[in-house]
Nanobody
Framework: QVHLVESGGDLVQPGGSLRLSCVAS????????MAWYRQAPGNERELVAG???????DYRDSVKGRFTASRDDGKNMVFLQMNNLQPEDTAVYYC???????????WGQGTQVTVSS
């Protein structure tokens, strides 16, 4: 059974930093592209960053230069380093795994990030 578990969400002041982690079990991690999504109240879930199975990362424009996504295949983990956080970054952040060939998706339960003074 596949499990993705996110952690690292917290309440932080504007300009602060957080590092989110997601650990996967039940999959061959290196066969999966990984991604971070977020969903704010009243909004649709949106893609924040993706890291391919080969370790190439890409980002939505609003977080470029502030967020860094990375993965550690030896630990079955993906990370999202978030710097200079702003109130508009407030959301529940989700980790997603997508098989590189069969494209089946698996989601975590989410972790809350709140940016407020």
């Amino acid at each position: 059974q596949v499990h993705l578990v996110e952690s690292g969400g917290d309440l932080v002041q504007p300009g602060g930093s957080l590092r989110l982690s997601c650990v996967a079990s039940g999959i061959v991690f290196s066969y999966y592209h990984m991604a971070w999504y977020r969903q704010a109240p009243g909004n649709e879930r949106e893609l924040v960053a993706g890291v391919t199975s080969g370790g190439i990362a890409d980002y939505r424009d609003s977080v470029k230069g502030r967020f860094t996504a990375s993965r550690d295949d030896g630990k079955n983990m993906v990370f999202l380093q978030m710097n200079n956080l702003q109130p508009e970054d407030t959301a529940v952040y989700y980790c997603k795994a997508t098989h590189i060939r069969f494209l089946d998706d698996h989601w975590g339960q989410g972790t809350q990030v709140t940016v407020s003074s």
